[in-house]
Structure formats: structure tokens, C-alpha cells
């Protein structure tokens, strides 16, 4: 089992930069591939972006590639999501997952607040 705990969200301007973290407790975090997700208010759960176990393939949904950076730290069990060039529309609580394969996640988080003021 994978405890994951988010943090780093805040209030930022539209075209700032923010970097989220998820510290990870448990023994096989590094066997798995890690992702974020992010819902906002009204809105359904959105796919962000996905890491293998070894950091060497991401995965990043449409609407934050090319902005967005996926990372992990095996060795500290920490994921991060560099966010740049943020807009209004990227707000939303940011959820940490671990990928059990296919389109199945598991061990969400309690999610973090990402506000973007225009």
C-alpha cells in the first residue's frame, strides 16, 4: 500500500510558475508508475500526466503538454509537477496517483489547491 500526501498549491498569477510535490510512504513506491490528475469545481476528473517507475517515460494529457513536467525522486519517494505558463483554466485540486496499469489508479490523495487569477 501507497500513502500519498500533496502539497505546494497555491494562488498564482496567469503565467506564473508553480511545482507541486507528492511524498510517498510504503515499500514499492519505485515499482510503480506515479501520475497527477486534477478536478475542477463542476468539472470531472482530468488526466494531467503519467511517470514510469524509472522516471524514463511520461505520459501528459493534452491540455498541459508542452506546460507541464512530470518528475519523481525514487530514492526520496517524492513525484513533483512543474507547472509553467498557467492559466485561469488550470485551476483546480491536483490529486497524486498511483498507476496500477491500463487506466486503473489507486492511493489517492487529499489533493491540492491550485488557484490561477487572470
Known amino acids: 500500500q501507497v500513502h500519498l500526501v500533496e502539497s505546494g498549491g497555491r494562488l498564482v498569477q496567469a503565467g506564473g510558475s508553480l511545482r507541486l510535490s507528492c511524498a510517498a510512504s510504503?515499500?514499492?513506491?519505485?515499482?510503480?508508475?506515479m501520475g497527477w490528475f486534477r478536478q475542477a469545481t463542476g468539472k470531472e476528473r482530468e488526466f494531467v500526466a503519467r511517470?514510469?517507475?524509472?522516471?524514463?517515460?511520461?505520459y501528459y494529457g493534452d491540455s498541459v503538454k508542452g506546460r507541464f513536467t512530470i518528475s519523481r525522486d525514487n530514492a526520496k519517494k517524492m513525484v513533483y509537477l512543474q507547472m509553467n505558463s498557467l492559466k485561469p483554466e488550470d485551476t483546480a485540486v491536483y490529486y497524486c496517483?498511483?498507476?496500477?496499469?491500463?487506466?486503473?489508479?489507486?492511493?489517492w490523495g487529499q489533493g491540492t489547491q491550485v488557484t490561477v487569477s487572470s
Open positions: 496517483v498511483r498507476h496500477q496499469g491500463g487506466y486503473e489508479y489507486d492511493s
Open positions: 510504503g515499500r514499492t513506491f519505485s515499482s510503480y508508475s
Open positions: 511517470i514510469s517507475w524509472s522516471g524514463g517515460t511520461t
